[in-house]
């Protein structure tokens, strides 16, 4: 199973990752896309379509909008790998999270996706580039290797919790206080 | 689809674009067309195809899902599934097309829509005008449906060229669209439309044509508070078009290091941005004649006893024309005795500037407002003045600063950005800090007070020698489309 978190809106790009899942489909690989995230802005049609486009045509895809902490945690376990190709990003809480999971992800290939994948877990692809994500989506389906590798660099990585982050954000912001 | 004989032209047209084999008298030219885009189906053959076929400037949506649709389920299904040009109708079509192969196409769609004479709107002219009677450029604006480009119609040449009375009549005729194919499309004003920026993006992100543009300021996002709100509202969707540009012409080197340090930000989401240059703008000052002189007198209601201040622009917010009235009545209360005048068009946010010009009338001080006053006003105004004020809180060049010195009047002007650009290259300029009240009553009562100071300030202006428009469009044209 491949998972994508991530609210339904174009900048996440989910419409490249649904076009390539269907290249590999046609190509004979059996595997199921779950997008798991809110349904976004209600004129954004071209993924809506897409899916169901493909649901009628039996594809295995499926989409969840409303998902508790815990569904989201089992999804990311479940998953062989997660994919975020998000066009911009501030962080990219889905890598990490996935990541935490120990599930290796296919991500954004610059700006702070790319800052995070430098931690190891991840392959990176030019999310404006459908062939390069059919390439990648493909190694990471059929490439078992990889995926084992991938997983315990995962597994190595040594992220921040939400206490220790809080706790610095709170020394950093009282410090600037201080010297104000 | 239904191969007219236009439309076989344009298909040829494109195939020849792509250096694609000549058409065989064997098979059809839409037969080539989905050969050539199965054999490479890549999003700027997608663009061009969506342009050549629909004439509809594509956006990054219609690329993607064309290009999308032809690798799926191949060029004939994707081709038939478009919906029908936007020039077809059950009589016919109803508009010429004219493809612009490796060629110029200059955006001047907001310019020959306004009477305005901002500063943006006189570069936008002054360029394109020239480039246009030179033959080497194509200059636009956009169909009704703002779906594609078109040619100017007469009227709105006129008012490029600034030979428009003014008089805007409706329009029936067909149009001419224009679709680029190769060559540079520039955008020489401030594109501020966002359906104009979706479809000027998706050239710069797909289409084998340039995008370049003259980058005039980064005002909606350095100084927000003295932006009118639709424009600030709008202004990153132009930002999102430029990044996608090749070329950005900036006016000033105060412009180019806004525009370099948004360039920065681009990083974030995966481009490199544009290459940045600074060409700065020129300026002419046409020596008005003595009829001139008199028509300025009386328009502005000079007399000669007391010394003649000037301020020309807008009285937007950012042009801090609030200030100069604060000083003046300063100055007044102090016992000078000097004359104010404002030239520029109303504009928003100046009801407190209007209520303050009232109130200073009532209380007998000589002030003057002009709007909508021609070129000849002006520079007989600055004839006539002792020195002129211009302390914006934000410029992208300048022009009544460089106007101001090529009319041999001295300026009081911002120490900052691209006017502290200006008097440095010239002389003939007090520089004042424009949030400072006081630093602006001195320098005024300064030039009001000392002759000998104000007397070698002239002297200094009056051998300023500006750039000329000529020169300014061909250097500027020379790097945007090279």
């Not at chain 2, 002006?378 to 020195?387: S, T």
């Amino acid at each position: 199973m491949v998972l994508a978190v991530g609210s339904h809106e174009p900048r996440k790009n989910q419409i490249a990752l649904v076009y390539a899942a269907e290249q590999l489909w046609r190509e004979g690989l059996s595997f199921e896309l779950r997008l798991l995230g809110g349904r976004g802005p209600r004129n954004f049609t071209v993924l809506r379509d897409a899916i169901s486009a493909l649901q009628l045509a039996k594809r295995p895809i499926t989409v969840e909008n409303d998902v508790s902490d815990a569904e989201l945690a089992a999804a990311y376990r479940a998953a062989r790998f997660s994919a975020f190709i998000s066009l911009d990003e501030g962080y990219g809480l889905p890598v990490a999270e996935s990541l935490a999971s120990g599930t290796p992800v296919l991500t954004t290939n610059y700006g702070s996706t790319a800052e995070i994948a430098s931690g190891g877990g991840c392959v990176l692809v030019d999310p404006r580039d459908d062939e390069a994500i059919v390439d990648s989506l493909r190694r990471m389906l059929t490439d078992d290797r990889l995926i084992t590798q991938l997983r315990a660099e995962a597994l190595a990585r040594d992220d921040d919790t939400w206490d220790s982050f809080s706790q610095r954000l709170w020394e950093r912001v009282t410090l600037s206080e201080a010297r104000s | 689809m239904i191969i007219t004989n236009e439309l076989e032209a344009r298909i040829v047209h494109l195939l020849e674009h792509w250096d694609a084999a000549p058409v065989r008298t064997d098979s059809s030219s839409i037969e080539l067309l989905y050969t050539e885009l199965d054999r490479e189906p890549s999003l700027t053959r997608a663009w061009e195809a969506l342009a050549v076929l629909r004439l509809t400037l594509p956006t990054r949506d219609d690329v993607y899902g064309f290009a999308r649709a032809v690798k799926l389920n191949g060029a004939q299904v994707a081709v038939d599934a478009l919906p029908s040009p936007v020039n077809w109708s059950p009589f016919g079509r109803t508009a010429d097309v004219v493809i612009i192969s490796r060629g110029v196409v200059a955006d001047v769609h907001t310019t020959v829509h306004t009477k305005g004479t901002t500063g943006i709107q006189r570069v936008a002219r002054e360029t394109v005008s020239r480039w246009a009677s030179l033959g080497l450029a194509t200059p636009v604006a956009w169909s009704e449906e703002h779906l594609a480009p078109r040619l100017l119609s007469a009227e709105e040449a006129a008012s490029l060229s600034g030979r428009s009375d003014g008089e805007s009549s409706t329009n029936n005729e067909p149009i001419t669209l224009v679709i680029p194919l190769g060559g540079t499309y520039v955008i020489p004003e401030l594109t501020i439309e966002p359906w104009r920026n979706l479809r000027l993006s998706a050239i710069g992100q797909f289409a084998s044509t340039s995008l370049t543009g003259i980058g005039f300021d980064t005002v909606p996002v350095t100084s927000t508070e003295t932006a009118a709100a639709p424009i600030a509202e709008r202004f990153p969707r132009y930002l999102d078009a430029l990044g996608w540009a090749d070329r950005v012409a900036a006016i000033s080197e105060a412009a180019a290091t806004e525009y370099r340090g948004w360039r920065r930000m681009l990083v974030g989401s995966g481009r490199m941005g544009p290459e940045i240059e600074s060409i700065p703008l020129a300026a002419e000052v046409s020596q008005p004649g003595k009829s001139a002189h008199d028509r300025a007198r009386s328009a502005l209601d000079i007399k000669d006893q007391a010394p003649f201040v000037l301020v020309v622009g807008s009285h937007e917010p950012r042009k801090n024309h609030l200030a100069i009235l604060y000083a003046a009545e300063v100055l007044w209360r102090e016992g000078h005795d000097f004359q104010l005048a404002f030239i520029g068009g109303n504009a928003w946010g100046a009801e407190m500037f209007t209520r303050e010009v009232a109130r200073l009338k009532d209380s007998g001080h000589p002030i003057s407002i002009v709007s909508g006053a021609g070129d000849d006003i002006v520079f007989g105004a600055y004839y006539h003045a002792a020195f002129s004020v211009f302390p914006s809180l934000n410029e992208g060049f300048g022009l009544p600063v460089v106007e101001s010195l090529a009319s041999g009047t001295p300026v009081i002007t911002s120490a900052y950005g691209s006017m502290r650009e200006i008097a440095e290259q010239y002389g003939g300029v007090v520089l004042v800090d424009p949030r400072n009240d006081q630093s602006l009553i001195e320098a005024m009562r300064t030039l009001l007070t000392d002759s000998a100071l104000l007397e070698s300030l002239t002297r200094q202006a009056q051998k300023v020698t500006p750039k000329t428009w000529d020169s300014y469009a061909t250097e500027v044209f020379d790097y945007l489309t090279r």
